[in-house]
T-cell receptor
Framework: AQSVTQLGSHVSVSEGALVLLRCNYSSSVPPYLFWYVQYPNQGLQLLLK??????LVKGINGFEAEFKKSETSFHLTKPSAHMSDAAEYFCAALTSGSARQLTFGSGTQLTVLP | NAGVTQTPKFRVLKTGQSMTLLCAQDMNHEYMYWYRQDPGMGLRLIHYSVGEGTTAKGEVPDGYNVSRLKKQNFLLGLESAAPSQTSVYFC??????????FGQGTRLTVV
């Protein structure tokens, strides 16, 4: 079965510093990959997605992620953290084909320090 | 365009009571999902559906049942609620273009 692993349940960065949130998936067949953000007491909002094509994907709010098949990774980065980036971030994988199971990682809580 | 709508938004149940959560989407999506979110555990898939009239078990299906009688609706039922089912429940739908849209969640407390 598909699994998604997010390394680090809590990450703290200073405002203006690089944000790096790690995600690895388990499927031997590269799935579709996503990063979602969740603010307190809200639903999930899509940051970016990888389906096919260019492996460096740009999303909203200055975030980007790079799909690396050889490392089965899809890490999320942002060059300069802003206080408003503090939230919980989820990596997700969608298996292609008829099964279409959408699996999430356990989440990373990002804290941005002033 | 409402997207994905979940009802109710909040509910308190007594142990042993039953209830149904409704998820409705107006995007003509084929695929729909029910998740529960618990602290430190991310979103765990309960059941999902790849089309009208079809359902499948996810990671944590025990204690829940689902039905997809109409393409736009995906119902999640708890036949006999237990305190372990206290959680926030999210519904999502997606099309073949792959992006999933989420409802705002249902906060369920079982006492």
């Amino acid at each position: 079965a598909q699994s998604v692993t997010q390394l680090g349940s809590h990450v703290s960065v200073s405002e203006g510093a690089l944000v790096l949130l790690r995600c690895n998936y388990s499927s031997s067949v590269p799935p579709y990959l996503f990063w979602y953000v969740q603010y307190p007491n809200q639903g999930l909002q899509l940051l970016l997605k990888y389906t096919t094509g260019a492996t460096l994907v740009k999303g909203i709010n200055g975030f980007e992620a790079e799909f690396k098949k050889s490392e089965t990774s899809f890490h999320l980065t942002k060059p300069s953290a802003h206080m408003s980036d503090a939230a919980e971030y989820f990596c997700a994988a969608l298996t292609s084909g008829s099964a279409r199971q959408l699996t999430f990682g356990s989440g990373t809580q990002l804290t941005v320090l002033p | 365009n409402a997207g994905v709508t979940q009802t109710p938004k909040f509910r308190v149940l007594k142990t042993g009571q039953s209830m149904t959560l409704l998820c409705a989407q107006d995007m003509n999506h084929e695929y729909m999902y029910w998740y529960r979110q618990d602290p430190g555990m991310g979103l765990r898939l309960i059941h999902y559906s790849v089309g009208e009239g079809t359902t499948a078990k996810g990671e944590v299906p025990d204690g829940y049942n689902v039905s997809r009688l109409k393409k736009q609706n995906f119902l999640l039922g708890l036949e006999s609620a237990a305190p372990s089912q206290t959680s926030v429940y999210f519904c999502a739908s997606t099309s073949t273009q792959a992006e999933a849209f989420f409802g705002q969640g249902t906060r369920l407390t079982v006492v």
